[in-house]
T-cell receptor, first 115, second 112 residues
Framework: DAGVIQSPRHEVTEMGQEVTLRCKPISGHDYLFWYRQTMMRGLELLIYFNNNVPIDDSGMPEDRFSAKMPNASFSTLKIQPSEPRDSAVYFC?????????????FGPGTRLTVT | KQEVTQIPAALSVPEGENLVLNCSFTDSAIYNLQWFRQDPGKGLTSLLLIQSSQREQTSGRLNASLDKSSGRSTLYIAASQPGDSATYLCAVRNSGNTPLVFGKGTRLSVIA
């Protein structure tokens, strides 16, 4: 398996523009997580899905952020409109729902810069 | 609310030394704990996962221990090498297949 795939790897955009980040989880994994990493706050959960259904979105900063998972192999995180404080590395992770370990596998991340 | 702390924030050691990284968590009722490695500009690589019923896990030169009752875990690296230089993150899972709560990491530099 190729692992968790994220695109784009880097995104530079101007304040006010819409940004869409994409994630393809590992095939067969039932859980998908979106995290954000900043120097100040470290890694924080934004939202997670189980079987394509959002379970907890309490970490989503505000209404400018939205996430979807239309099928088991694809998820998007959208920011509209983007602001400079959204600059961070966004990680997607997936995990299986079997075995009892629930080990999470992370993608390479998308480094977002909003100017 | 679960909080995870890692001390020290940064550590520099000469090659060949054995070293210990520390992780503490405020709520001892965890499901499991995971140690990750993150290289600059890269994603996270899982190193070891310890279930709450276990006391330690080993992989090569790495050994992770868990003392759930005291809310602590350590990652022991034997005979450190320059290639071990990275940020090491500790994360806990409170129950079942739920999100991880991360510490801010320890940035390790191993000097040749």
């Amino acid at each position: 398996d190729a692992g968790v795939i994220q695109s784009p790897r880097h995104e530079v955009t101007e304040m006010g523009q819409e940004v869409t980040l994409r994630c393809k989880p590992i095939s067969g994994h039932d859980y998908l997580f979106w995290y954000r990493q900043t120097m100040m706050r470290g890694l924080e959960l934004l939202i997670y899905f189980n079987n394509n259904v959002p379970i907890d979105d309490s970490g989503m900063p505000e209404d400018r952020f939205s996430a979807k998972m239309p099928n088991a192999s694809f998820s998007t995180l959208k920011i509209q409109p983007s602001e400079p404080r959204d600059s961070a590395v966004y990680f997607c992770a997936s995990s299986p729902n079997s075995g009892g370990f629930y080990e999470q596998y992370f993608g390479p991340g998308t480094r977002l810069t909003v100017t | 609310k679960q909080e995870v702390t890692q001390i020290p924030a940064a550590l520099s050691v000469p090659e060949g030394e054995n070293l210990v990284l520390n992780c503490s968590f405020t709520d001892s009722a965890i499901y499991n704990l995971q140690w990750f490695r993150q290289d600059p500009g890269k994603g996270l690589t899982s190193l070891l996962l310890i279930q709450s019923s276990q006391r330690e896990q080993t992989s090569g030169r790495l050994n992770a221990s868990l003392d759930k009752s005291s809310g602590r875990s350590t990652l022991y690296i034997a005979a450190s090498q320059p290639g071990d230089s990275a940020t090491y993150l500790c994360a806990v899972r409170n129950s079942g297949n739920t999100p991880l709560v991360f510490g801010k990491g320890t940035r390790l530099s191993v000097i040749a």
